[in-house]
């Protein structure tokens, strides 16, 4: 079983940045990716950013130059650097883990990002 604990949300104003950092816990796993994802009410749960274990990031086009995403290899972690934030950025963010070779998915408790226009 992998833990998932999400910190780093809050808010800011339009422009502004925030750092998202998320710590696997467990013992005798494999981490294949690492990534973040959002949600809005109403929404479905959307990636935004995703890294593997060998640190190729991949990102949602409306994210791209402004959010960075990296992993910590050593210690289970992965961070979401967000600057320029928006409006619609707004929303629970959710890290996401998918473990092992089968890359069985596990999920954060998700920490609500809002920014003020």
């Known amino acids: 079983q992998v833990q998932l604990v999400e910190s780093g949300g809050g808010l800011v104003q339009a422009g502004g940045s925030l750092r998202l950092s998320c710590a696997a816990s467990g013992s005798g796993f494999y981490i294949k990716s690492m990534g973040w994802y959002r949600q809005v009410p109403g929404k479905q749960r959307a990636l935004v950013a995703d890294?593997?274990?060998?640190?190729?990031?991949n990102y949602v086009d409306s994210v791209k130059g402004r959010f960075t995403i990296s992993r910590d290899n050593a210690k289970n972690k992965v961070y979401l650097q967000m600057n320029s934030l928006k409006p619609e950025d707004t929303a629970v963010y959710y890290c996401?883990?998918?473990?092992?070779?089968?890359?069985?998915?596990?999920w954060g408790q998700g920490t609500q990002v809002t920014v003020s226009s």
């Open positions: 996401n883990a998918k473990v092992g070779a089968a890359g069985v998915a596990y």
């Open positions: 890294i593997t274990s060998d640190g190729w990031p």
